[in-house]
């Protein structure tokens, strides 16, 4: 019994949750302007947890051919056979609708809405449409990654804002040059699958240029909360360190690729790693800067 509810908590991809609840919970605190109800933060980040651990679970479902093709992913549950196909779409539906019903009763229905958006575009638009027909598939399809941004501020608010327009924009452009040096790493991967990630298709000095683009837009974006009046000194200086530091790194990586390095010593996986603690430090800041003004 231990190992399949152990599958079952894979299929929702805990790791990758945190990382959407990294960018819900302090959108709350901003909305607050302050410390918001504790029993909101409680629902919303577990109505949060449901929703993206079945688009998760729907998105193994679908991808479960490829998954089996791919080094990194041959160990899913439904892969191994730990979990049946329909087990895993039950799975999954369930956690739609039961994410979908909690937000409405427990937070508001605007974020129930928001909530079940992001489930059906990372599972219809992206998995079954973009990802294996298009090198803009984490593009466009990252726009699911961007609405618990949306979804924080809903559940303080009960509307939107341009404060969260700012910061839905800041993950829009994060999510590529995050996720492109990782698959720069395990291209063979989605070339094996036949996954047109824009590595596959591209030479690395091609999305060396892109990753390098992106971060400055996302760089740019970032700074205009300040000036629009929704933070003060302490989040624009995290910001302009943090965005500093990530142009930094994307940078050099552009000029490893432009000098037709290649393996280990592209070092591509230090701007991935270094993006996780950029969007957790810059959301941290978005949480701790109202009270600091």
Not at 115 to 126: D, E, Q, T
Request: proline share 5%; with cysteine; charged share 10%.
């Amino acid at each position: 019994m231990g190992p399949l509810v152990m599958g079952f908590v894979a299929l929702t991809k805990p790791r990758i949750i945190e990382l959407l609840l990294i960018t819900t919970v302090p959108v709350m605190f901003l909305a607050e302007q302050g410390v918001p109800n504790l029993w909101l933060v409680l629902a919303t980040c577990f109505g949060g947890y449901l929703s993206a651990g079945g688009a998760n679970a729907l998105n193994m479902w679908y991808d479960r051919d490829i998954d089996a093709l791919m080094e990194r992913t041959r160990s899913r549950p439904l892969v191994t056979g730990l979990i049946s196909p329909t087990e895993g779409l039950v799975f999954g539906v369930s956690l739609a609708v039961i994410s979908t019903v909690w937000f409405g009763l427990l937070v508001n229905w605007l974020s129930a809405a928001l909530s079940l958006g992001a489930l059906l575009f990372y599972v219809v638009v992206y998995t079954m449409i973009l990802k294996r027909r298009t090198a803009q598939n984490i593009v466009w399809g990252g726009i699911a990654g961007c609405l618990p941004v949306l979804i924080g501020w809903s559940s303080v608010t009960n509307s939107m804002s341009w404060a969260a327009v700012i910061l839905f924009m800041v993950i829009f452009f994060w999510t590529p040059p995050h996720y492109w040096p990782l698959s720069m790493k395990v291209k063979d991967d989605y070339a094996r699958a036949q996954v047109p990630m824009l590595p596959v298709i591209a030479s690395n000095k091609v999305v060396a240029k892109q990753i390098v683009l992106y971060s400055w837009v996302m760089v740019g974006i970032s700074l205009l909360l300040q000036p629009l009046g929704y933070t003060g000194w302490f989040y624009t200086a995290v910001a302009l360190a943090t965005g500093g530091f990530w142009l930094w790194e994307a940078h050099a990586l552009q000029a490893r690729a432009k000098a037709g390095v290649t393996g280990a010593k592209l070092k591509e996986m230090r701007l991935f790693h270094w993006s996780i603690t950029y969007v957790s430090l810059l959301f941290v800041a978005v949480a701790v800067d109202p009270f600091l003004r």
